[in-house]
C-alpha cells in the first residue's frame, strides 16, 4: 500500500501537475539565462572588432551618427538644451605599419595593433568611444571636446607614444557642426590626417 503525504500526496506516486510545472519553470529559467548570454555573446561579435577587443566599424558609425544627430538637435532646440552641444572626431594611422608586417610578420603587427588598441582606451576617458576603423586606422569620439581641447588631448598621445610603444601616429582632427552629416565630417578628417602623412607623419593636423 502506498504512503499518504499530506504535502505531496500519496509516496511513491507520479509528480503532480504542480511539481510539473515548478520543473518547467525552473527549466525555462535557465534556459531564459543561457539565451540571454548567447545574444551578449552576439552583440560582442557585431559591435567589437575581435583582434583589439575595442569596438569596430559597424558600431562606431552607429555612435558617430548618433553624436551628429544630438549636435544637430541641440543647435536646432536651444532653450531645451540636451547635453551634447558638440564632440570631436579624431583619426589616428599607425605610421609604416607594413613594416612590422614585412619585417617581424603578421603576428607581430596583431600585437602592435592590440597594444595600439589598448593605449589609446588609456589615453582618453571611459565616456569617450575608440574603435578599430579598418585595418591600422583607429577613430576616437571626444565627447564635449572642441578643437582645441582634442588637438591638446591628440598632442599627448603622440608624445606617449614615443615612450611607450615603438611607432608613431599620424592624426586628424575635426571638431563636430550642426551642419555637418555623418559623412561629411568624416570626409574632413580624412582630409586632415591624408595632409598629415603629407607633412611627414608623426603630426596633428586639424581640418
Known amino acids: 500500500m502506498l504512503n499518504h503525504d499530506p504535502e505531496r500526496g500519496l509516496v511513491g506516486s507520479s509528480p503532480t501537475s504542480s ?21 551578449e555573446k552576439l552583440k560582442d561579435l557585431v559591435t567589437i572588432d575581435f ?38 572626431l579624431l583619426l589616428i594611422d599607425i605610421d609604416d605599419f607594413k613594416k612590422f608586417n614585412d619585417k617581424f610578420g603578421h ?3 596583431d600585437k602592435i595593433l592590440r597594444r ?4 589609446l582606451s588609456s589615453s582618453v576617458r571611459e565616456f569617450d568611444i575608440v574603435a578599430r576603423w579598418g585595418g591600422e ?27 611607450k610603444l615603438p611607432l608613431t601616429f599620424s592624426i586628424g582632427i575635426v571638431e ?6 555623418p559623412t561629411q565630417i ?14 611627414g607623419k608623426n603630426r596633428v593636423v586639424t581640418a
Open 19 to 39: 511539481e510539473r510545472n515548478m520543473d518547467e519553470i525552473k527549466y525555462l529559467k535557465k534556459e531564459n539565462k543561457q539565451l540571454k548570454e548567447e545574444i
Open 51 to 88: 583582434l583589439t577587443k575595442v569596438y569596430n566599424r559597424h558600431a562606431f558609425s552607429h555612435f558617430l551618427r548618433s553624436a551628429c544627430k544630438e549636435v544637430k538637435w541641440t543647435a536646432e532646440h536651444m532653450s531645451r538644451r540636451q547635453r551634447r552641444e558638440h564632440f570631436s
Open 107 to 109: 603576428l607581430y603587427g
Open 116 to 119: 595600439v588598441a589598448n593605449f
Open 137 to 163: 586606422e583607429f577613430a576616437i569620439i571626444l565627447q564635449e571636446a572642441n578643437l582645441e581641447q582634442a588637438k591638446k588631448k591628440a598632442e599627448v598621445i603622440l608624445k606617449n607614444a614615443k615612450k
Open 176 to 181: 563636430s557642426n550642426p551642419k555637418y552629416s
Open 186 to 199: 568624416f570626409k574632413k578628417v580624412d582630409k586632415a590626417i591624408y595632409q598629415a602623412k603629407e607633412e
